[in-house]
């Protein structure tokens, strides 16, 4: 049609060269007797049946990668409710010491002066365990917030 040495050859178009021509599409077959019809039957339930199989399976493996998700959460959640168990008593354990120090002080001061002979203060010294001198430590521990795991658990308390 387009050649560079001639240039454009005219009246050389599809339409004029065959203006009635009409494009054929495919259509349906439409089956000519019951035993077309009973096979095509039969791969429609087979289709069907296949289709059925794969979206069995593509559930069944959401529904087992979700437990295992589950699992795997509720893990995450024991394991960051036993380390702020294992801080508070860290922090519990910190300030007994302290307590148990401060008291081991003044019995120790009391026994040298007794064995020097000199004479303490003239009231008289009342062991009242470690008890009173400790506050709860869960108003001093401050919680840490942050952190993926922490915010997955929040979000399973809230909506489950």
Do not use: H
């Amino acid at each position: 049609m387009a050649n560079r040495e001639f240039g454009y050859q005219y009246e050389t178009s599809p339409r004029k060269l065959e203006p009635d021509y009409k494009r054929t599409t495919s259509k349906k077959k439409v089956p000519k007797s019951s035993q077309e019809q009973k096979q095509l039957n039969k791969a429609k339930t087979k289709k069907k049946m296949k289709m059925s199989f794969e979206i069995k399976f593509f559930l069944n493996s959401m529904l087992f990668f979700s437990i295992i998700f589950a699992i795997i959460a509720c893990q995450a959640f024991v394991e960051q409710k036993y380390k702020e168990k294992e801080k508070l008593r860290q922090t519990y354990n910190e300030m007994l010491s302290t307590a148990n120090m401060s008291s081991d002080f003044n019995s120790n001061m009391r026994v040298t002066a007794s064995e020097y002979g000199m004479q303490t203060k003239s009231a008289t010294l009342i062991d009242l365990g470690t008890s009173d001198y400790i506050e709860s430590p869960v108003d001093e521990v401050e919680e840490e917030n942050g952190g993926f795991w922490s915010w997955l658990v929040k979000w399973f308390e809230e909506n489950f």
